[in-house]
């Protein structure tokens, strides 16, 4: 009996000694303002959304557990690189600009710009802005649109805000005439009737592209883990029914 004991209590021991060892936390990064994807529960006051959700359900099916940290969209990317964070979980686009500095996993969701107007406006927003020439168009800071709506010789001026919430309530209070982000946010902020005299425009999405988790060019072993998770979690359903309990299917 002593020896059965003594067996058990270092079976015991050694399981406790690889448990540390096995446990693997990695820190994500998510903005604060990108509701339904990610955004900022002031009643918990954590980072809740879809890719919250998701990288959770693929940490779980990876083997690894995840803190999440609120950053400005950004700072995502110089976050990731500086090794301040492991991955990047947000409404990110992989566009070929950021394929040369980070990798992205598989794509999650198709994704698309948006323009918004007051509710007031009639006809529609063509590629080229000329039903706007003059206005004043927000956009938010460090995503791929401020790049091209500065590039173009149409508005009175271009404002950079620091969210799509900010963009909508000048919208909505008639302080500038259109703004352009993020299509899925901006119709999720808009469905909460928290902006009354805001609409979507009649525009068709000009850089469609895919939303994916992001990770270091050297993070090539995690990236594949991610990638091999979230195969599993399509298969099973599990990503369909993240995006239909965030309003996003």
Known sequence: MKLQAFL????????????PANAETLTVGSTPTGVPFTFL??????????????VRAVGQEAGFEVTVQPVDFGSLIPSLTSRRIDIIAA????????????DFSQEVMPYGE?????????????PTFEELRGEVIGVQQGTTYLD?????DVFGEVRVYDSLADILNEV?????AAGMGDKPIMAYQMSQGRF????????????????????????TALL????????????????DELAAKWGLK
Request: no cysteine.
């Open 114 to 126: 948006g323009v918004v107007v007051a509710s007031g406006f009639e006809g529609g927003i063509s």
């Open 224 to 239: 594949e883990r991610i990638d091999g998770a979230l195969a599993k979690l399509k298969e099973n359903g599990t990503v």
């Open 41 to 54: 529960d002031i009643q918990t006051n954590e980072i809740q959304g879809m890719m919250v959700d998701l």
């Open 8 to 19: 058990a209590g270092a079976a015991m021991l050694a399981i406790g000694s690889l448990q």
């Open 148 to 152: 091209r709506l500065q590039s173009m």
């Open 196 to 219: 009354p005299e805001v609409k979507m425009a009649d525009y068709e999405s000009q850089q469609t592209g895919s939303v994916g988790l992001g990770v270091r060019k050297d993070d």
């Open 172 to 176: 909505n209070r008639g302080r500038i």
């Open 91 to 102: 409404a990110m686009i992989a566009t070929d600009a950021r394929r040369e500095v980070i």
